[in-house]
C-alpha cells in the first residue's frame, strides 16, 4: 500500500482503470476484494448507526459515553448546519468536512445529549445537520457570508464558546469543473474535495467517488475527454 500526500504542487499522472469493491481495512492492513459491486460490495459495506441518531441509541448498547461537542458550521456562501463530535475531533471534524467557518455552542456529557440538542437546534433554528458535497462543489471559489455568519451567531439560542475560520491554502479564480479523474497539478483540498489543475482548467474531484478504482500511473491519458474552461482556451 502505498500513501501520497496531496500537497499543493504534487503532480499526479494516474489513470482509472477497473472498478470494483475496494475491500476493508483491518487496523492498518488492507484486505482487497474483487467482486463487482463498487465502491463496496455487500460483504464490506458497513452503516454508522451513530449518523442517524437523534438521541434514541440505535446500537444494542449505548456507548458514546465520552464529552462531545455540539457546533454550527458554515459553508460559503451562506449554508449552515449544526453537528456533533466527540469534543476532542472538534477541529479535525470541521477541517474533514470543508467547514469555512465554525462555532463551538455547547459541551455535554455523551453523544446521546448531544444528538438530541442537535436535533432541537436544526429544529427550533431552521439549520440543516449536513451539507451534501455537490452544493459545496458548487460554492468552492466563493466567500462565507460573514454578515449572515455573524447574524447566526448572535441569535439568543446559541451561547458561543469558541470560533474558528479554516483556510484551505488557495485562491480559485472561477468555479472549478466538477470531474472523477486523478490527473494534474493539485491546487489544495477541501475537506474530502481535491482540486486539481490541468491544462489551464481546475478541476473539484469528490476523493470518495474514486474509492475503488485500480490506479494507472502514467500519463493521465483518462483526462483527456474532460470538460475544459474557457480560460484554457485564452
Known amino acids: 500500500m502505498t500513501t501520497i500526500a496531496l500537497e499543493p504542487g504534487t503532480t499526479l499522472e494516474y489513470t482509472l482503470g477497473d472498478r470494483h469493491c475496494a475491500g476493508v481495512f483491518d487496523g492498518d492492513r488492507h484486505q482487497p476484494c474483487d467482486r463487482e459491486a463498487a465502491p463496496h ?22 456507548d458514546c459515553f465520552e464529552t462531545h461537542a455540539v457546533y454550527l458550521a458554515g459553508f460559503a456562501p451562506d449554508t449552515f448546519k449544526v453537528g456533533v463530535t466527540r469534543e476532542w475531533r472538534l477541529e479535525t471534524r470541521l477541517r474533514e468536512q470543508g467547514a469555512d467557518v465554525a462555532a463551538h455552542i455547547h459541551t455535554v456529557a455523551d453523544g446521546r445529549i448531544a444528538r438530541e440538542l442537535e436535533a432541537t437546534i436544526a429544529d ?17 471559489a466563493k466567500g462565507i457570508d460573514v454578515a ?4 447566526l451567531l448572535e441569535r439568543d439560542a446559541f451561547d458561543v464558546i469558541d470560533r474558528f ?7 480559485l479564480e472561477r468555479q472549478p469543473i466538477a470531474e472523477t479523474h486523478l490527473s494534474g ?4 483540498t477541501k475537506g474530502r474535495l481535491l482540486v486539481l489543475e490541468r491544462q489551464g482548467t481546475a478541476y473539484a474531484v469528490d476523493l470518495r467517488d474514486l474509492v475503488g478504482y485500480e490506479l494507472d500511473q502514467g500519463t493521465g491519458d483518462d483526462a483527456s475527454d474532460l470538460q475544459s474552461s474557457l480560460a484554457s482556451f485564452g
Open 148 to 151: 449572515a455568519w455573524n447574524a
Open 165 to 171: 475560520t479554516f483556510e484551505y491554502g488557495f485562491d
Open 124 to 140: 427550533e433554528q431552521g439549520l440543516v445537520d449536513r451539507v451534501r458535497t455537490p452544493a459545496k462543489v458548487s460554492s468552492i
Open 185 to 188: 497539478t493539485v491546487i489544495g
Open 41 to 62: 460490495c455487500p460483504y464490506h459495506t458497513s452503516t454508522w448507526v451513530c449518523a442517524r441518531c437523534t438521541g434514541t441509541c440505535l446500537k444494542d448498547e449505548m
